[in-house]
C-alpha cells in the first residue's frame, strides 16, 4: 500500500516570500499520479496542481509549482509570490493509474500561514 | 462552474440513529467518491462508485455504511447506527474518468456531528 507523508506541521511566511511545502510517499508502482489539494477555512477541498509521474517535466499552475523527483519519490510544492488567500491547510495526495475509480491517498497536511 | 454539492452542510444526530448525506455530483461525471475527515487528522477515503456499483472501499467502510445513486443526479452515503466516532466531516467527489486520468472535484462537505 502506498503511504504519504508531509513532514511539516505548520508553516508561517511573510506575504510576497516563497514558500516550499514537503511531501514523499512510497509506492511500488512506476506510473501513478501527485496531487496538491488545498483546504482554506472554508474546508473546501481545491485542487492547486497534478503530476502524471510519467512526465519529467515539472508541473506549474501561475505562482505555483511542483519539484517533482520519482527517483527520489518527492513531490514538493513551491508557492511563489505568497498572498495571504493562500493561508489554508495543503494536502499532498497519490493515485494509481490502474484505471479503476481508485481512492486518492492523503497526507497528514501542512498549515500554511501568509503573515501580512 | 460546474460545481458539486452536498446536502445538508451541518447534521446533528443522536448516537445509533441513521442519516443520510447527500450529494450532487457534476453532471457529466462518471465516478464518484466519499471521504471522510476527522477533525484535525487526514482526509480518509471511505468508497468509491461506478456505474451503479461499488467500485473500491476502504477499511473504514463497514457494514454500518451504504451508498447509493438513487437518480441520475443524486449521490447518498447512509450510515445505518450512528456511533461517536463518526463526527466527522464527509466529502463527495466526482470525475469524469478513473483516478488519476482525471482530477477529482469535492464538494464543501457536510459535517456530521454525533452527540
Known amino acids: 500500500a502506498q503511504t504519504v507523508t508531509q513532514s511539516q506541521p505548520e508553516m508561517s511566511v511573510q506575504e510576497a516570500e516563497t514558500v516550499t511545502l514537503s511531501c514523499t510517499y512510497d509506492?511500488?508502482?512506476?506510473?501513478?499520479?501527485l496531487f496538491w489539494y488545498k483546504q482554506p477555512p472554508s474546508r473546501q477541498m481545491i485542487l492547486v496542481i497534478r503530476q502524471e509521474a510519467y512526465k519529467q517535466q515539472n508541473a506549474t499552475e501561475n505562482r505555483f509549482s511542483v519539484n517533482f523527483q520519482k527517483a527520489a519519490k518527492s513531490f514538493s510544492l513551491k508557492i511563489s509570490d505568497s498572498q495571504l488567500g493562500d493561508t489554508a491547510m495543503y494536502f499532498c495526495a497519490f493515485s494509481h493509474s490502474g484505471g479503476g475509480a481508485d481512492g486518492l491517498t492523503f497526507g497528514k497536511g501542512t498549515h500554511l500561514i501568509i503573515q501580512p | 462552474e460546474p460545481e458539486v454539492t452536498q446536502t445538508p452542510s451541518h447534521q446533528v444526530t443522536q448516537m445509533g440513529q441513521e442519516v443520510i448525506l447527500r450529494c450532487v455530483p457534476i453532471s457529466n461525471h462518471l465516478y464518484f467518491y466519499w471521504y471522510r475527515q476527522i477533525l484535525g487528522q487526514k482526509v480518509e477515503f471511505l468508497v468509491s462508485?461506478?456505474?451503479?456499483?461499488?467500485?473500491?472501499k476502504s477499511e473504514i467502510f463497514d457494514d454500518q455504511f451504504s451508498v447509493e445513486r438513487p437518480d441520475g443526479s443524486n449521490f447518498t452515503l447512509k450510515i445505518r447506527s450512528t456511533k461517536l466516532e463518526d463526527s466527522a466531516m464527509y466529502f463527495c467527489a466526482s470525475s469524469i474518468s478513473p483516478t488519476g486520468t482525471d482530477t477529482q472535484y469535492f464538494g464543501p462537505g457536510t459535517r456530521l456531528t454525533v452527540l
Open positions: 462508485f461506478y456505474n451503479n456499483e461499488i467500485s473500491e
Open positions: 509506492t511500488s508502482e512506476n506510473n501513478y499520479y
